[in-house]
């Protein structure tokens, strides 16, 4: 057997156990087949089960559009499987005696307005990544009360720095991690500026002197928090289409953590410069090679298979040269560090139809 071959008899067999190829398939019913939803299942785990291929969750989303979360289903529904699509022979599917019922399809429209993510994550409060040192405007000093940790209505004494402000102004605490190495390069990658709550000036002391009110909370305030000028930021957004790919990856997430699910906050180190616009979706992807054994006494070679898509990401604020996001689809955890790229979407991407859009003015 030629080199060549074996090679190519090599990749094929393994692509067959990735699922890219199926060899235990049986001919699909020319009737329709169901599938009854059991608990834990996903759209995903149901496309592994039923064809071998998780990727083929968008299209059986979109055969069963009363499904408004793919990640929550009832046990129980009865979804319809796809046509045309031979099935494993394992396949736990039933001739379709009649339709399943189903909703009337959510409209594949923009909303708009935008979307709501207020019940996903507050915008106002997601922080940011920045590749240099954090300059903030002023620190709390003291809560009126002998209070550990400060709450809502709270108040506490600020000393600012710089310009004085007014009373009504207000100002965003933080707290700024240590500096943070890159996952990807182990260089030097900046700080993680995480947002814990919003004050507002009620009286000028003295000097540099303020007393304020806490009027937000995403975290723990305490004495000796640092302040940055509030700058709002609306949970409304509004889906921007990009006009060049961009490649990039996770270089941080929230709290310092490794793995990444639905919903999580995630920073990656390309901005505003490199053309990325708070709207924008991104793919999260996953890489895939496989080492090929050569000839007795050669080295193995490298081939590279199709990047896996992991999940999606929504931008929600820019920096020059960072920017900030909300993971709103993904199909496993995903690693600090995964590489993404631009999402250049036609139609409405499905993950989306189950945010509420924003309300008119």
Same mark, same amino acid.
């Given at each position: ?43 995903? !785990? =149901? ?7 998780? !990727?083929?969750?968008?299209k059986l989303w979109e055969m069963n559009p009363f499904i ?10 009865? /979804?319809t499987l796809l046509k045309g699509v031979p099935v494993l022979? *394992? ?50 000093? *003291?809560?009126?009360?002998?209070k550990v940790m400060l709450g809502v209505g709270d108040t ?25 190495? !890159? ?50 930021? *609306? ?7 990009? *006009? ?5 990856? /996770? ?32 793919? =999260? ?21 199709? !990047? ?54």
């Open positions: 057997m030629t080199r060549t071959r074996k090679m190519f008899l090599y990749v094929f067999v393994l692509m067959v156990c990735l699922g890219v190829l199926q060899m235990d398939t049986r001919p699909v019913c020319a009737q329709s087949l169901t599938y009854t939803i059991q608990k834990g299942d996903t759209l995903w !785990d =149901i496309c592994e089960k039923v064809y071998g291929d998780a !990727d083929l969750w968008p408004t979360n793919p990640h929550l289903l009832k046990p129980g529904d009865v /979804i022979k *394992s396949a736990p599917v039933s001739v379709a005696e009649k339709a399943p019922s189903t909703k009337p399809p959510v409209p594949a429209v923009v909303p708009p307005h935008g979307y709501d993510l207020s019940s996903l994550a507050s915008t106002d409060g997601v922080g940011f990544l920045s590749t240099g040192e954090v300059v903030t405007q002023g620190v709390i000093i *003291s809560g009126e009360s002998a506490l004494f600020i000393e600012t720095e710089g310009n004085l402000p007014v009373v009504g102004d207000r100002f965003t605490v933080c707290k700024t991690s240590s500096l943070l190495k !890159d996952p990807v390069t182990g260089d030097d990658l900046g700080y993680l500026v995480s947002y814990v709550g919003k004050v507002r000036i009620l009286q000028h002391v003295r000097g540099q002197l303020f007393k304020a009110v806490v009027e937000k909370m995403f975290g723990n305030i305490r004495k000796g928090d640092r302040l940055l000028k509030y700058v709002p930021v *609306s949970d409304c957004v509004e889906l921007a289409k990009a *006009s060049r790919e961009v490649n990039t990856y /996770i270089a941080a997430v929230e709290d310092q953590r490794v793995m990444v699910g639905q919903y999580t906050i995630v920073y990656f180190p390309k901005g505003s410069v490199e053309g990325v616009e708070r709207g924008q979706i991104f793919e =999260i992807l996953k890489k895939r090679q496989v080492a090929v054994p050569g000839e007795e006494g050669q080295p193995s070679e490298t081939v590279i298979l199709p !990047d896996a898509v992991l999940g999606y990401c929504l931008v929600l604020r820019t920096t020059e040269d960072t920017a900030t996001g909300v993971v709103l689809s993904a199909r496993e955890d995903i690693p600090n560090g995964a590489p993404m790229k631009t999402f250049f979407w036609t139609k409405l991407p499905r993950f989306l139809y189950s945010i509420p859009p924003c309300r008119g003015e």
